[in-house]
């Protein structure tokens, strides 16, 4: 099967971004990887809606958005109208998560639940049903360029089981320190969707680093 590749605009080059944004247009890549942090839930400030809106009107490939923000019950029309196409929530920033999950469906997204590395996958046990995608943190939310925690690869698993048990479509999405060194394995592992930062946008050919992620995970 084929995986799907998010570059992860984190690490684009902002005063070049239409150029970053082509590239991934015009490379083997499936989505764009969008990070949203508010200096509240994690320790960094990224960027927000006029950026995302911009994003969206040359982007060609759906936006997969990532909050790392408190209170995103708050923001799910407002990032829908900004663009997204998947919004993904923190499973430790959701008091009701299952309102949360309607809300952004209600919206015309996809929804994503994401959990951090210290949070056990079968926290979402009741419910990877009604969810289209989880994302398990492979590094600690907020920064890129860290390194990919090795016991991640323990969850997925873990997680596929959960699925096949709870009879969930959800795919599973891996952000956090994926390169060309650990892509063949975090698929073999069981992930449809590898995210990937400066391993893209830090290499000294972005395109061609897509190609072989895609190609690895094929
Ligand atoms: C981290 C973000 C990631 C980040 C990944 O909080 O969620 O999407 O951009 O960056 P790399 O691939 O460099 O680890
Ligand atoms: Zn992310």
């Known amino acids: 099967m084929s995986h799907l590749i998010a570059p992860s605009l984190l690490a684009a080059n902002f005063l070049n971004l239409a150029t970053d944004i082509e590239m991934v247009n015009n490379s083997v890549a499936d989505w764009f990887h969008v990070d949203v942090m508010d200096g509240h839930f994690v320790p960094n400030i ?3 809606f006029s950026i995302i809106s911009q994003i969206k009107s040359i982007a060609k490939k759906p936006l997969d958005v990532h909050l790392m923000i408190a209170n995103p019950d708050s923001y799910i029309e407002a990032f829908k109208k900004a663009g997204a196409d998947n919004l993904t929530v923190h499973y430790e920033t959701c008091p009701h998560l299952h309102r949360t999950i309607q809300s952004i469906k209600e919206n015309g997204m996809k929804a994503g639940v994401v959990i951090n590395p210290h949070n056990p996958v079968e926290l979402l046990t009741d419910i990877v049903a009604d ?17 990919f925690i090795q016991s991640s690869l323990n969850r997925i698993s873990r997680l596929k089981d959960l699925l096949i048990q709870k009879n969930s479509k959800a ?7 994926v390169d060309t060194s650990n892509a063949a394995m975090l698929a073999e592992a069981g992930v449809d969707v590898l995210v990937a930062g400066s391993a893209v946008f830090g290499s000294p050919d972005p395109t061609a680093t897509i190609k072989k992620l895609k190609e690895l995970t094929s």
Not at 131 to 147: A, E, H, R, Y
Not at 171 to 177: C, N, P, Q, S
């Open 131 to 147: 969810i289209d995608l989880v994302l398990i943190m492979s590094v600690n939310p907020g920064f890129g360029g860290q390194k």
């Open 171 to 177: 795919l599973i999405e891996i952000d956090g320190g």
């Open 46 to 48: 990224s960027f927000g």
